[in-house]
Nanobody
Framework: QVQPEESGGGSVQSGESLKLSCSIS????????VGWYRQAPGQEQELVSS???????YYADSVKGRFTISQGSSKNTLYLQMHGLQPGDTAVYYC??????????????WGQGTQVTDSS
């Protein structure tokens, strides 16, 4: 069973940096992409950044140039380096793996989330 687990959230001042980590247990096939979503209070979930199964990356316009997504030595470790944090970045950040099963149905796996707060 695939299970992501996030760490590294916290409270920072505007302009500061924070790095989120995600350790994903279980087997990730070559159909899987991984990424980070966030959800602010009263807002819908937003895809922040992802690494697709072909290795290409995606960034939401709101974080381009400030956030960098990367993987460790294996696909099972994921990072999100965040610079220049702003009040609008305050949210719960979720690590997500999206895969296709043997029937080619999409299955997604979510972590519990980690809180990031700009306390300025």
């Amino acid at each position: 069973q695939v299970q992501p687990e996030e760490s590294g959230g916290g409270s920072v001042q505007s302009g500061e940096s924070l790095k989120l980590s995600c350790s994903i247990s279980g087997y990730l096939s070559n159909t899987c992409g991984v990424g980070w979503y966030r959800q602010a209070p009263g807002q819908e979930q937003e895809l922040v950044s992802s690494i697709r199964n072909d290795g290409s990356t995606y960034y939401a316009d709101s974080v381009k140039g400030r956030f960098t997504i990367s993987q460790g030595s294996s696909k099972n470790t994921l990072y999100l380096q965040m610079h220049g944090l702003q009040p609008g970045d305050t949210a719960v950040y979720y690590c997500v793996a999206v895969c296709k099963d043997e029937d080619s149905d999409v299955v997604d796996y979510w972590g519990q989330g980690t809180q990031v707060t700009d306390s300025s």
